[in-house]
């Protein structure tokens, strides 16, 4: 069954989008140029890719999940450059050297980095180019209470375990080198987004389970103690690392 199954388009509508300025640094970097062919890794909704794609840019994007797929291709079937298939970081089904950049979103917590690097390493060309890029709360971001408040009402402990791994730690098993820059990114929701947010995880209850009101009772509380004039900012950064494998 599907891990988001009734949750990938929760995370369509909720999760934070990218600073277009991933774009130009990259572009700046020569990671971009004219005719660049992309492979959007883990693409969930495809919210990463559709960056790329309104520049013009060619996308494969590669996702297990057969729900995010779905919702993806909802949103991103019209642009040409957009070709999405079933695959994995570990096992793309992509051809040899067929694409200049690989991007990542949000989805290295998933990844074995061993399998998962050399098949980065095949599928690439030369210099083997790697940018990820994913979105993190402020450490006063009020996500960091909604995070805390809501672990009781967790579904699934192992994923929790996976869903906050940092990301950074597997890096090193990739990058040869890399630099690092940061975008401001925050975002604000009224209730029912911010509701929708918290249902696009994966170790939540969704409604009509058990222990859901008592999540919806302890998100109002938060959401009424923070919000201004009905809605709640949420203070992100989005981390963008780019170097070669």
């Known amino acids: 069954m599907s891990r988001y199954a009734g949750r990938a388009d929760y995370y369509a509508r909720n999760r934070p989008t990218y600073p277009a300025g991933v774009i130009s640094l990259l572009a700046e970097a020569g990671f971009l140029f004219p005719g660049a062919v992309l492979a959007d890794i883990g693409s969930g909704t495809g919210k990463l890719a559709e960056l790329f794609l309104r520049e013009g840019y060619t996308v494969h994007a590669v996702e297990p999940d057969p729900a995010m ?6 949103g991103l079937a019209a642009f040409p450059g957009y070709h999405l298939l079933p695959g994995s970081a570990e096992a793309t089904g992509l051809a040899d050297a067929c694409v200049d ?4 979103g949000q989805a290295f917590h998933w990844f074995d980095p061993v ?13 083997h180019r790697l940018a990820t890029v994913d979105n993190r709360p402020t450490p006063d971001s009020v996500w960091m209470e909604v995070r805390e408040n809501l672990r009781r009402h967790e579904t699934n402990p192992v994923m929790s375990v996976l869903n906050e791994r940092n990301p950074e730690n597997a890096r090193g098993s990739f990058f040869t080198s890399h630099t690092f820059r940061v975008f401001p990114n925050d975002h604000y929701f009224d209730f029912e987004g911010l509701v929708g947010r918290v249902l696009s995880l994966s170790n939540k209850p969704m409604p009509g389970q058990p222990g859901y009101d008592a999540m919806l009772a302890d998100l109002r509380a938060i959401f009424d103690r923070r919000q201004q004039a009905g809605r709640i900012q949420v203070k992100f950064e989005t981390r963008l690392y780019y170097g070669n494998l």
């Open 69 to 74: 797929r779905e919702a993806a291709s909802r």
């Open 101 to 104: 950049l690989i991007i990542v």
């Open 115 to 127: 399998p998962a690097r050399a098949e980065f390493l095949r599928i690439s060309r030369p210099p």
